[in-house]
């Protein structure tokens, strides 16, 4: 089975401080691991992944991720919060038998504050 | 592309009434997933198919819930009869190949409230 622990059900920055969701996942198999973003009133949207390869991934609106299989964590950031940021994000993992599932956290809120 | 399409948007609907959500996932997509998302339970995968069969449906909460894709571009998720609890709002997901290797894409979601 594999499982996801967001810390921290609520992160609070300032504009133009650095960003850090931290997300720890369980898995047996080599991980599939995935940032999604929902905006209010809407779907989640990807905003990167990690499946192979290099361990730092970079995605959308600035935001990076780095995969640490010793530590077994995948923590989001982003260098400078803009206003826009504000919406909650969500860590999922997949890979090995999930045949195709991915099993999400609990979610993130990030406020961004003028 | 118009993305994963999901109706209707809001849905209000009475205890004991039958309610039907609908998805169009993206063309050429052969994985399609129904989550549901409260604020309790966070995000909670219901059923999910490859190639219009259904996969795993561990998730269903109970047999008031099924869910069927009749073909590539179409699928249901009914509820009958619909209780207060059922209250949440119901997203579609479409991939293509090994769906948890490509990620998913959401649609807009269906908001439900039965009252």
């Known amino acids: 089975a594999q499982s996801v622990t967001q810390l921290g059900s609520h992160v609070s920055v300032s504009e133009g401080a650095l960003v850090l969701l931290r997300c720890n996942y369980s898995?047996?198999?080599?991980?599939?691991l995935f940032w999604y973003v929902q905006y209010p009133n809407q779907g989640l949207q990807l905003l990167l992944k990690y499946t192979t390869g290099a361990t730092l991934v970079k995605g959308i609106n600035g935001f990076e991720a780095e995969f640490k299989k010793s530590e077994t964590s995948f923590h989001l950031t982003k260098p400078s919060a803009h206003m826009s940021d504000a919406a909650e994000y969500f860590c999922?993992?997949?890979?090995?038998?999930?045949?195709?599932?991915?099993?999400f956290g609990q979610g993130t809120i990030l406020t961004v504050h003028p | 592309d118009a993305g994963v399409i999901q109706s209707p948007r809001h849905e209000v609907t009475e205890m004991g009434q039958e309610v039907t959500l609908r998805c169009k996932p993206i063309s050429g997509h052969d994985y399609l997933f129904w989550y549901r998302q409260t604020m309790m339970r966070g995000l909670e995968l219901l059923i999910y198919f490859n190639n219009n069969v259904p996969i795993d449906d561990s998730g269903m909460p109970e047999d008031r819930f099924s869910a069927k894709m009749p073909n590539a571009s179409f699928s249901t998720l009914k509820i009958q009869p619909s209780e207060p609890r059922d209250s949440a709002v119901y997203f579609c997901?479409?991939?293509f190949g090994q769906g948890a290797w490509e990620g998913y894409t959401f649609g807009s979601g269906t908001r439900l409230t039965v009252v």
């Open positions: 997901a479409s991939s």
């Open positions: 999922a993992v997949g890979g090995g038998t999930s045949y195709g599932k991915l099993t």
């Open positions: 898995s047996s198999v080599p991980p599939y």
